[in-house]
């Protein structure tokens, strides 16, 4: 990612005006994608549309605050870093979604909550104990790579067979859309907001033909915006608003899965948010307060009724493409999100999103976030026979491993095996069914064990 000259920096506070203007740009550029987050689990727990914008409304508080605690330079980081829904966390969400299905959104996101809390402190424990340096020696992008592919392309049914395939014509659009204003236009706003451009785009479309009659309401990509009016104007509901959270032993083994990818991806980002904002590395004390602050954050997260969060990479992008490294910028941007928090007509009308349009969405971002661990797989020598039978292995069983170990939850959870074995193999059930878990344990397994040379692992190699 190439250096822009910086036109205001990490400490600087620029102009009100700017400021706000700075900060709404910040919410705007990650609105799109992470929106679409809750929008996958709501439709999968059975919620209804209001139950989805109340959803909606509790990410975007978790987020908010997350953002502030992790640029504040005691908590966390200090960098100009914004916290969004995490991707990481689908899996390992659908594996809770999928133990708990017949009790209800409620209990579910109860459970999703414990999950949460469990291992979002343990993270912290990891990260503000400075015990993460140590994990860091490990996790080389020999590792990294495949962890992230395995997030990306696993998650092709939900972008395709779910959402997509429910009507072709309107996510192929958002498809062609995304890329014409993100490859194509030289427009740089255009560049900026083409995933929210486009998903506007098309659900204007779907509701000029809704409203024209041309989509009725059997039609998947009908809206009915008479549901946006039995949404409350303020939402008052913050803390546990789907009621205190529950624990088990499942929701802690498959929450693990995702907060080993969002340490993985995170720390990444220190480095790169560092670079754009013309910075020295993070030391790795700003590391340890990094992914400390990630993991209380995702604590909080579970008491809010949120979903996991993590650094997002597109608001680094955004960083390098206007030079504004300001961190009041970005808090400023967290204040805006907290207030867009409240108001429930807002929450409302984005859960009124028609599955297509949601699914062009996914085809763009799924297969993005896929290319991305591909892209850090660069920083290895990927001539070598040793990486690329480590790589092709660890991908392979990440695609493999975990439909066989769904089908065969006997194994782990026979009865017969006592209580406390049940109990411990749900938990390893639950991890081993996570694509990104099983890519992250075989890559870094083989990586340590296999000989190779520093350079030959990407170790201390930085992209071109």
């Known amino acids: 990612m190439a250096r822009k000259q910086i036109v205001y920096g990490l400490n600087d506070k620029p102009p009100t005006p700017i400021m706000i203007l700075a900060g709404a740009q910040h919410v705007l550029t990650l609105f799109g994608a992470t929106t679409l987050v809750p929008l996958i689990f709501g439709p999968a727990m059975g919620m209804d549309t209001l139950q989805i914008g109340a959803f909606i409304s509790c990410v975007y508080f978790g987020m908010g605050v997350a953002t502030l605690i992790q640029t504040s330079p005691k908590l966390g980081t200090g960098l100009p870093i914004v916290q969004g829904s995490s991707f990481s966390f689908i899996p390992s969400i659908m594996t809770v979604i999928g133990a708990y299905k017949g009790m209800g959104p409620n209990v579910i996101m109860q459970y999703v909550g414990g999950g949460l809390i469990t291992g979002g402190l343990l993270l912290s424990f990891l990260g503000y104990s400075k015990i993460v340096g140590y994990i ?21 049914p939900v ?13 192929l659009l958002v498809v062609a859309l995304i890329m014409f204003f993100s490859l194509v236009s030289k427009n740089k706003y255009a560049n900026i907001f083409a995933i929210l451009s486009s998903i506007v785009i098309a659900y204007l479309i779907c509701l000029a033909a809704s409203l024209a009659g041309i989509f009725g309401p059997t039609h998947p990509a009908y809206i009915d915006l008479g549901k946006v009016a039995a949404a409350p104007w303020i939402r008052y509901n913050v803390f546990m608003p789907w009621g205190v959270p ?9 929450m693990l899965a995702g907060f080993f990818a969002v340490m993985i991806e995170s720390i990444g980002d220190y480095h790169s948010c560092s670079y754009v904002s013309g910075l020295e590395d993070p030391t790795p004390e700003m590391i340890s307060r990094g992914i400390g602050a990630e993991g209380f954050n995702c604590a909080l997260s579970g008491i809010f009724g949120s979903v996991g969060t993590t650094s997002y990479t597109e608001n680094i992008g955004l960083i390098g493409l206007t030079g504004v490294a300001s961190r009041h910028v970005v808090r400023t941007g967290a204040v805006i999100l907290i207030l867009l928090s409240f108001i429930g007509k807002l929450g409302g009308l984005i859960a009124t999103m028609p599955s297509p349009v949601i699914g062009g969405a996914y085809i763009s971002l799924f297969g993005i976030i896929g290319a991305l661990g591909i892209q850090v797989l660069m920083r290895a020598d990927m001539g070598s026979q040793r990486n690329v039978v480590i790589v092709g292995f660890a991908f392979l069983m990440a695609l493999g491993l975990p439909g066989w170990i769904e089908k065969n939850q006997a194994l782990f959870m026979n009865p017969a095996y006592g209580q406390a074995l049940v109990t411990f193999g749900g938990m390893i059930w639950a991890i081993l069914k996570t694509p990104m878990a099983v890519a992250g344990i075989c890559a870094a397994f083989c990586d340590s064990l296999i000989p190779g040379t520093p350079e030959e692992r990407g170790i201390g190699v930085q992209m071109k």
Request: proline content about 7%; overall charge positive; charged content about 5%.
């Open 246 to 254: 529950k624990f088990s032993f499942l929701a802690f083994g498959a």
């Open 159 to 171: 972008a395709i067979q779910f959402n997509a395939a429910n009507y072709w014509p309107i996510s």
């Open 136 to 156: 860091r020696k490990i996790i080389t992008p020999v590792v990294i790579g495949p962890v992230i592919m395995a997030i990306g392309f696993s998650l092709a």
